[in-house]
């Protein structure tokens, strides 16, 4: 009695391994996806960090000085606060996401963290020397707002290029944009300029950043 139909023959075998082979590819690139996400700093948590602090601090300085006088001491606190605030998340996240790796990724992670208070310690030496020359009020103002633009959008280009994420990237690109406006347009409005196009451009992009975490969650169901 024959047992042909008993015995897969050699296209159905063949099929079956072409299976196989694809869902260990896929399982890989899942694998491969998942330890990414765990090791890269979270964009979303980045971007609300910096909004928040930005949008907050910077409409105190702008509400308490929109008729021309100098800001009120509790608005400047108020920024100070929220831009520390910020920067040490940035710099405790971006640390831990890469504490469980070695080599390139561990280094440019930790040099990364350690950049953004490399880069706000150096601007704060530089409005002290300003303000040691009489440089006045508008002068401070101005020149602070564009550093912190420069610094904040040089790091996002630094990040998007180290990670590989044209969404860092992008918004390194607004930041100087902003910097550039909030330098031009002067006091008062240098501060209304930075919470709406710096805190508002920070909003926008971790809203982006959300919906995409989402729609590719939804795609690999």
Not at 16 to 41: G, V, Y
């Amino acid at each position: 009695m024959s047992k042909d139909h008993d015995t897969p023959s050699g296209t159905e075998r063949g099929g079956d391994a072409e299976l196989d082979a694809a869902a260990r590819l896929r399982l890989i690139s899942d694998q491969q996806q998942l330890t990414r996400s765990m090791l890269e700093p979270d964009a979303r948590l980045l971007y609300l960090a910096w909004g928040a602090a930005w949008m907050v601090g910077y409409l105190a300085m702008w509400f308490t000085s929109r008729d021309g006088s100098d800001p009120a001491p509790w608005a400047g606190w108020t920024l100070g606060i929220a831009v520390v605030a910020a920067i040490a998340v940035t710099m405790i996240h971006s640390i831990r996401r890469t504490a469980g790796t070695r080599g390139t990724s561990a280094r440019a992670g930790a040099m990364y963290g350690w950049g953004w208070m490399l880069g706000f310690v150096t601007m704060w030496a530089i409005l002290n020397g300003l303000i040691r020359t009489g440089a006045d009020g508008e002068m401070i103002a101005v020149t602070a707002n564009g550093l912190a633009c420069l610094i904040v959008g040089l790091m996002y280009l630094a990040g998007g290029m180290a990670f590989q994420e044209d969404s860092l990237y992008a918004l390194g690109v607004w930041m100087l944009v902003t910097a550039a406006v909030a330098s031009l347009v002067g006091v008062p409005g240098t501060n209304l300029v930075m919470a709406l196009l710096g805190g508002g451009g920070f909003l926008t992009m971790g809203a982006v950043s959300a919906v995409r975490v989402r729609r590719r969650g939804n795609l690999d169901v």
